[in-house]
């Protein structure tokens, strides 16, 4: 049970329930269509790109507590971050959920080290970041987790 | 199976002394048959495991696993080829298989089943071999709304090859089908109406003789899809008078890696070979082959011998526990769960037909399938979560996912309050 309490902490429910920046932005000049088949989970990602800085970020989607909730903290830490600057915490942070070691301090995002004793979750988890990472090179074709 | 019965439990059920004496004697019945699956005796976190995952695959009596041991330590040669004795002895074994599973579905020659790797195995064989070498533009397949990925995506793709067009019969909010719309359906360009037995996600036993009934009147063959099926009712080919049935072994007890199609021998007499190699010949020469007589037509190369002594073993096993104890087991696990569910508020079982075995999909709200599948997980309570490789049917129920909990003859009351307990749990942990 304690690694089930660690995997959902009181933060993970909390954007689980109320997601922030949920929703379209209307003048994104960047989207992406994330999915997962193995659990149905979906993610759409909205943002506006100016000068390689991230000036603003929404998702929309149904997923579960863990995609969700990652989904939601993400656009919370990726504000005004570069580009280049989002593409390096993706590392950071895939290497955060499946358990390697991370130097930097990841700030909220810590939240999510739980999923590591869940091997079959990182999908969920990392779900956002790869949609993030297709909606910088604005792939239009939807990523999928499988 | 009929949702009368479990009416009739839920309000007029009394205690009196036979029904006490029947439940004491099924707990010790399934407390004798948990004896033969040793996988039922480990466990996970800490906890004996509960296995619910049993429309996915079935676990394992010991005489199957031995049977497989056995055949490899003492038998173990390729059948059909050779004139040494433990040829004659695999080949013997493996066909004394054939002739278990023939009676098991009660076929009328054991040239008509067929060993395959499994259902999907036996549902592209037909595809490709009875419906490509017949099918033209415009010819049509009757699917429905609730198959398995494994009987659309094999006719699909001959729909591509033959531009045939596929119909599917639509699903009611219970999870039925909709036979008026089938029998509309049904029409001169129809070819072939392929329809799975029992749900693997709704658990709906559906009318195969009606709709075998309707399409043989116009003249259309119809192939079952009974991977979910074949352990969990007496399946009578000849009485259903189906054309094709697809099978899996090891949602039967049996090893994976092995399934039947049954087929009718006059059909599959017309029917051409589906892969070439050896085996499948009687005689080649670089000008012209002559093909096999069945079954060995359709048994192109080395077969899964293990698989088939194995599964034979299986059906020995379930024929002396007997179908019609497994159905009375199974249908008292579901009355059972169903009404400790229906109490959950928050809960919502997809899946109500009147007929059904042993399986619940369901969702909740405010906690996704996903989550509540891991929550159970460290419960040691294996569940399925996900489309059930049925995402038309996902999408017409308007749920990206469900859990799914499937019965075995294995399965006990007990084990259905420890998932009813961790469901509230679950429901605590997610408010
Ligand atoms: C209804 C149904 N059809 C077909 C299949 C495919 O069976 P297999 O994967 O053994 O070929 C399954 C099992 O997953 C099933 O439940």
Same mark, same amino acid.
């Given at each position: 049970?304690?690694?089930? #309490? ?10 689980? #329930?109320?997601? #922030? ?126 | ?57 079935? %676990? ?60 999907t195995e036996a549902i592209n064989l037909v595809a490709q071999s009875y419906g490509r070498s017949r099918f033209k533009a415009g010819d049509e397949i009757i699917i ?5 990925h494994s009987n659309i995506v094999p006719w699909q793709m001959l729909c591509q090859q033959t531009g045939a067009i596929l119909r599917?019969? $639509? ?18 360009k129809t070819k072939l109406?392929a ?19 309707? +399409? ?5 063959p119809?192939l ?13 080919? %000849? ?10 072994? =090891? ?20 029917m051409p070979p589906y892969q070439g ?25 080395? $077969? ?48 109500? +037909?009147? =007929? ?12 996704? $399938? ?62």
């Amino acid at each position: 049970m304690n690694d089930l #309490r660690d995997l959902y902490q009181d933060m993970i429910f909390d954007h689980y #329930r109320q997601p #922030r920046n949920y929703g379209q932005l209307e003048n994104a000049n960047h989207k992406a269509e994330g999915y997962n088949p193995l659990c149905g989970d979906k993610v759409s990602l909205t943002l506006t790109l100016k000068d390689g800085v991230i000036h603003d970020l929404k998702f929309e989607g149904s997923g579960c507590a863990i995609s969700t909730a990652s989904a939601s903290l993400m656009t919370e830490a990726l504000k005004g971050k570069t580009a280049e600057e989002a593409l390096s915490m993706l590392e950071d942070f895939k290497a955060l959920v499946t358990g390697a070691s991370v130097a930097k301090d990841m700030g909220k995002l810590t939240v999510l080290a739980g999923v590591q004793a869940f091997p079959q979750r990182v999908k969920c988890a990392t779900l956002a970041w790869h949609t993030l990472q297709a909606a910088l090179k604005s792939s239009t074709e939807p990523v999928t987790t499988e | 199976m009929k949702m009368g019965e479990f009416h009739m439990n839920k309000h007029g059920g009394t205690n009196d002394a036979s029904t006490v004496e029947s439940e004491i004697t099924n707990h010790l019945l399934v407390q004798h048959w948990r004896k033969d699956f040793p996988i039922l005796h480990t466990s996970l976190y800490g906890k004996p495991l509960v296995y619910f995952d049993n429309a996915a695959t079935t %676990q394992k009596p010991s005489i199957v696993i031995e049977a497989e041991n056995h055949y490899y330590r003492h038998t173990n040669a390729n059948v059909h080829r050779g004139i040494h004795t433990l040829s004659q002895q695999a080949t013997e074994v493996f066909e004394s298989a054939r002739g278990k599973l023939r009676q098991l579905i009660n076929a009328r020659h054991d040239h008509e089943i067929i060993f395959v790797r499994g259902t999907t195995e036996a549902i592209n064989l037909v595809a490709q071999s009875y419906g490509r070498s017949r099918f033209k533009a415009g010819d049509e397949i009757i699917i429905s709304a609730m198959e398995h990925h494994s009987n659309i995506v094999p006719w699909q793709m001959l729909c591509q090859q033959t531009g045939a067009i596929l119909r599917v019969v $639509p699903v009611s909010d219970a999870g039925e089908l909709d036979i008026n719309v089938y029998q509309s359906l049904l029409n001169k360009k129809t070819k072939l109406v392929a329809i799975s037995h029992v749900s693997n996600t709704l658990g709906s036993i559906n009318p195969v003789k009606t709709i075998i009934n309707y +399409a043989h009147a116009k003249h259309v063959p119809v192939l079952l899809d009974g991977a979910q099926a074949i352990a969990h009712l007496p399946v009578d080919v %000849q009485d259903l008078d189906c054309d094709f049935y697809a099978f899996s072994g =090891h949602k039967l007890y049996g090893p994976t890696g092995i399934g039947v199609l049954y087929g009718k021998a006059d059909l599959l007499d017309e029917m051409p070979p589906y892969q070439g190699g050896g085996d499948m010949i009687s005689s080649v020469s670089f000008e012209a082959t002559t093909y096999n007589k069945l079954p060995y037509k359709f048994e192109a190369g080395t $077969p899964n011998i293990a698989g088939a002594v194995g599964l034979g073993t299986a059906v020995d096993y379930l024929s002396a526990i007997g179908l019609d104890a497994i159905v009375k087991h199974e249908d008292s696990l579901l009355n059972y769960a169903s009404e400790l569910m229906t109490n959950i508020p928050e809960l919502r079982i997809i899946g109500n +037909a009147r =007929h059904k075995t042993g399986i619940i999909s369901y969702v909740m709200a405010g906690v996704h $399938p996903h989550d509540i599948g891991t929550f159970l997980d460290r419960q040691a309570i294996a569940v399925r979560t996900g489309h059930h490789c049925t995402m038309p049917l996902m999408e017409r129920f308007g749920v990206p996912a469900t859990v799914r909990i499937s019965f075995a003859l294995y399965n006990t009351k007990n084990e259905i309050d420890k998932l009813v307990s961790a469901i509230y749990q679950a429901r605590e942990l997610f408010k």
